[in-house]
């Protein structure tokens, strides 16, 4: 259903159109950048990577690089302030867009941009180890791989189910002048397993997915799990504030990153039973 053309094309529905699935297959494309990044290049395409092309002697590498730190960390913040800024209700109300059909395809598509820049603006922080695949010890390689298969299939799976929610696959039915519809709480999988699917997968990903953690990738896991976690509060604070006590109930039946206890039980989150009037 993602490529289904719609019916009347007027310039504001084509655009939200496009953008949305322009933005969907530009995710698709900067999954691979960002994995050949991780890897280092594997196959030498001449494609940014996380740590140093080439590691040098202990006695004249740089262990490390203030400079290069700095760089990466105001790359990183540029991105935040897009990529959590533009999310926020008062940011979309500003810009006009908060309930516009351009609303979610012009975030997804100016997000994609974003991340795809950071890995270009990426400087390795050292220079005195740089990870290979094929150097990576057979058992650990696998139980990574494990990690890395499930949590990106399952993004991907994600992206499959809900690509309204992600890229705005069909926002472009506002400009017709339908009314929006109602904002709700999710309670189907993978809600129901955490709160944040998608972020929890990407940390599983970043922490154990990848067997390498060399001075550049803990610097970049170090960098962007306090952006999650700062923005995962300010999303939560929001999704408080529109959905008020049933997401209040909501968190209370599911964890944020990590399943709670009862999920492994059978327990499902449910929507709170409603008042009975007196």
């Known amino acids: ?9 007027s310039a504001v529905k084509v655009l939200s159109y496009v953008l949305a699935r322009l933005s969907l297959v530009g995710t698709m494309v900067y999954f691979g950048l960002f994995l050949n990044f ?18 040098l002697p202990s006695n004249r590498c740089t262990r490390f690089d203030v400079s290069s730190f700095v760089t990466n960390a105001l790359a990183f913040l540029a991105v935040a302030l897009q990529h959590s800024g533009m999310a926020r209700p008062a940011v979309k109300a500003a810009l006009g867009l908060k ?19 950071l890995l270009w603006l990426w400087r390795p922080i050292s220079d005195c180890s740089r990870w290979e695949v094929l150097h990576t010890d057979p058992v650990v ?38 009314p929006a519809p109602r904002p709700r709480v999710i309670y189907r999988w993978p809600y129901s397993m955490v709160r944040h699917p998608t972020t929890a997968c990407f940390l599983y990903f970043f922490w ?31 999704l408080h504030k529109e959905f008020g006590p049933e997401y209040k109930s909501y968190s209370e039946q599911v964890g944020k990153f990590f399943p709670h206890p009862r999920w492994f039980l059978g327990h499902r989150a449910s929507p709170p039973k409603p008042t009975p009037a007196k």
Not at 108 to 117: D, L, P, R, Y
């Open 99 to 117: 309930g516009h059909a351009l609303d979610r395809p012009v975030y997804a598509s100016i997000s994609v941009v974003m991340f795809t820049g």
């Open 1 to 9: 259903h993602f490529f289904a053309k719609p019916k009347k094309m």
């Open 208 to 238: 154990m997915g990848i067997p390498s953690y060399t001075a550049n990738h803990l610097a970049f896991n170090v960098i962007i799990t306090a952006y999650i976690l700062v923005a995962t509060d300010w999303e939560e604070a929001d």
């Open 141 to 178: 390689a696998a139980l990574c791989a494990a990690v890395s298969v499930a949590t990106l299939t399952t993004i991907l799976v994600f992206f499959y189910l809900l690509p309204d929610h992600i890229f705005g696959t069909s926002k472009h039915r506002l400009a017709g002048g339908g």
């Open 38 to 55: 991780l890897l280092n290049d594997p196959f030498r395409l001449g494609l940014p990577t996380m740590d140093a092309a080439v590691a």
